[in-house]
């Protein structure tokens, strides 16, 4: 499980070493890392899970330690950049994190799990990957690219035993939410869920081949509206975007 220092990787960690399960957990804060592993009994793997090198030396230690990988839980992101403003930089660790990340993981992991017939990729997404995220361009795009490579892999593996499933709440009490608060249009501290509620969703959905692992109903009905008549969506997002400008424009 990557990103596991803290919110929602911590607490699928805590949720599936509770079940019985040998859990792997990495994280680039190795000493928040540290603690979590020996406060739950996981096997901790520091480094940079998004990066090639990282990556290959996760999957090398979980196999040493575990034998065998039979799930991945990539639960890594990141949030970089404001409209337009947001740098190269932002948008370029965006796609890193949120999206790269998971492929150089799945190159990793098939072979094996196709040769074996069986595998659970999964990643931890967002509901800005279905529908957008006002305010953070960079985000709401690596979120629907991060989904979509979930999508490929669950068509084009699926008969041969991989599972894929993505995890797409819209707000949840972690870090990152306090951190974007000020992002409007869809994320909300009032009646966010917690990482524990997440964890319960996330090994619920581990019981079964389901894709989305979709934790609120008015996501999937938002998606549904957005799928029948895009422009007329387009156009609710637009008057949300004017409201919230205000008559004086853009802040």
């Known amino acids: 499980m ?10 699928l960690a805590t949720r599936f070493v509770a079940e019985g399960c040998r859990v792997v957990v990495a994280d680039i804060d190795a000493d928040e890392l540290a603690t979590v592993a ?4 996981a096997f901790a793997v520091p480094g940079d899970a998004a990066s090639a ?31 337009l403003e947001a740098s190269d930089h ?13 492929v150089r993981a799945a190159r ?16 931890t997404s967002s509901s800005a990957g279905l ?7 960079s985000y709401a795009a690596t979120e629907h690219a991060e989904i979509a490579f979930a999508e490929w892999l669950a068509a084009t593996y699926r008969h041969q035993g991989v599972v894929a499933q993505a995890i797409v709440a819209r707000s949840v009490k972690t870090a990152m939410l306090e951190r ?6 869809f994320i909300s501290p009032e009646g966010a869920l917690t990482a524990e509620e997440v964890a319960d969703a996330v090994w619920e959905a581990g ?22 008549d895009v422009d007329a969506w387009l156009d609710s997002m637009n008057k949300t975007r004017q409201e919230l400008d205000g008559p004086s424009g853009p802040a």
């Open 207 to 228: 019981q079964t081949s389901q894709f989305w692992v979709s934790l609120e109903p008015d996501v999937a009905e938002e998606y549904a509206a957005r799928a029948a």
């Open 108 to 123: 990793l992991l098939l072979p094996d799990w196709v040769a074996r017939g069986s595998g659970r990729f999964v990643v």
């Open 180 to 185: 974007s608060s000020g992002l409007p249009g």
């Open 90 to 102: 932002a948008w370029l660790t965006s796609y890193e994190v949120n999206v790269l990340a998971h």
């Open 38 to 41: 020996d406060s739950i009994g």
């Open 2 to 11: 990557t990103g596991a220092a803290r919110g929602i990787g911590r607490a």
């Open 53 to 83: 090198t990282g990556s290959a030396a996760l999957v090398e230690a979980a196999r040493e330690q575990l034998g065998k990988i039979d799930a991945w839980y990539g639960n890594a992101g990141v949030d970089r950049g404001r409209g």
């Open 131 to 137: 529908l957008t995220l006002l305010g953070s361009p």
